[in-house]
């Protein structure tokens, strides 16, 4: 994985929004108000946010962070990739649409009961076109995020990748450690070390 590097990393928990390992913003740490403060101030008058489930949201508005000031050329768009894990998956909202089963069961809830959704809510509002993958994995765990990349990059020609853990499991207990990896020279290089350097561990 010679010559990529980590060209910008957002961690999110507890309120506290880190870019490149500097705090940026200590929020309240009530889950719902603090993302919709942040989609105010990174994506204001995107209106599908508020439809989406909390970990859609959290992915959301990190992969917004993230991608601040960064702009993809157009004729790029179809080789930006995106590999992301967890290990809940979409539990918190299987539960909510079991629940709304005994009446109703609404569809809006159950579009949101696969992991990948996310992923494709990024790619919509972004326009990404590349390859994309979601794992589930029981702990954040920097030598398998690395097996994934390595297999991406040996397999496509992807230029960019946005990569990480976007980890929700109720308003008290959420984790999203994403990165924009790129063969941009005199960055961070893409390595254990450094994506542990960047990560906030839970």
Known sequence: MNNWNIIKSVSI???????????????????????KELLGIYSK????????????????????????????????????AIVMGNSEAT??????????????????????TLPNIFVGEICIKNKFKGENLFYVSRDFNPDELLMHLKALLNSTDTKHIIAGWVNFNDDNDYLSNIYLISQVEGKIELSKDNILKFANIK
């Open 13 to 35: 928990s507890e309120g506290k929004v880190f870019v490149n390992n500097e705090l940026k913003h200590s929020l309240s740490g009530e889950f719902g108000p603090d993302m």
């Open 45 to 80: 008058g995107y209106g599908k946010f508020f439809k989406m489930d909390k970990l859609s949201k959290l992915g959301f508005i990190s992969t917004e962070i993230l991608l601040e000031s960064i702009s993809v050329p157009e004729h790029e768009l179809n080789e930006v």
């Open 91 to 112: 539990t918190p909202t299987d539960k909510k649409y079991y629940e709304s089963m005994s009446g109703i069961p609404s569809p809006g809830v159950f579009v949101y």
